[in-house]
């Protein structure tokens, strides 16, 4: 089946700092990958939606400066939290859909990133 | 519009008796509809998917749902709950437009206890 890598799985940064999370689809190519966040014991909120060579489209509410969205291949999408602050720790989870469920709407999960800023 | 709608937050059964997780959808479209689960600081993982072929959805560590029209419903059973069951459960409603997330509707999850 479908594999989505994240990475880092946990990360601490100090406030002000700048934190890099990365999102792979191993065994297809994602043209398209969706980051979201969850807030503790909540579901998941859609953040932007990753479109291979071109701009992200952030869901309204979201800070496209900053939360950075680069897709530079079919198999990487990053996400870059800009100068973190305390209130933007959370869970951040990436997900791809590939080209044979594309139809259905199912979509293939990272394993998350848990960002804790200090 | 799409809704989807989990009726209990938090679900415990004992070890080795029924598991019945619920949930109630809305849509204007036919939907494709999912569950997901998520243990603790992971990712999603797929645990069944109805697209509009068997009502009667087969998924992975011996869970099933059922695909009911008339009741806009889709719960989700397991005949017996092993301790690796515990973790929060997500149904998903999909609008059927493809491929985009937006076209994702997430329940509020629910979060499922196996007691001893």
């Known amino acids: 089946g479908a594999v989505v890598s994240q990475h880092p799985s946990r990360v601490i940064c100090k406030s002000g700092t700048s934190v890099k999370i990365e999102c792979r689809s191993l065994d297809f190519q994602a043209t398209t990958m969706f980051w979201y966040r969850q807030f503790p014991k909540q579901s998941l909120m859609l953040m932007a939606t990753?479109?291979?060579?071109?701009?992200?489209?952030?869901e309204q509410g979201v800070e496209k400066d900053k939360f950075l969205i680069n897709h530079a291949s079919l198999t990487l999408s990053t996400l870059t939290v800009t100068s973190a602050h305390p209130e933007d720790s959370s869970f951040y989870i990436c997900?791809?859909?590939?080209?044979?469920?594309?139809?259905?709407?199912?979509?293939?999960f990272g394993e998350g990133s848990r960002l804790t800023v200090l | 519009a799409q809704s989807v709608t989990q009726l209990d937050s938090h679900v415990s059964v004992s070890e080795g008796t029924p598991v019945l997780l619920r949930c109630n959808y809305s849509s204007s479209y036919s939907p494709s509809l999912f569950w997901y689960v998520q243990h603790p600081n992971k990712g999603l993982q797929l645990l069944l998917k109805?697209?509009?072929?068997?009502?009667l959805v087969k998924g992975i560590n011996g869970f099933e749902a059922e695909f009911k029209k008339s009741e806009t419903s889709f719960h989700l059973t397991k005949p017996s709950a092993h301790m690796s069951d515990a973790a929060e459960y997500f149904c998903v409603v999909s609008d059927g437009t493809g491929g985009g997330a937006d076209g994702l509707t997430f329940g509020k999850g629910t979060h499922l206890i196996i007691q001893p």
């Open positions: 997900s791809a859909s590939s080209t044979g469920t594309w139809a259905t709407g199912e979509l293939f």
């Open positions: 109805y697209t509009s072929a068997a009502t």
């Open positions: 990753s479109n291979e060579g071109s701009k992200a489209t952030y």
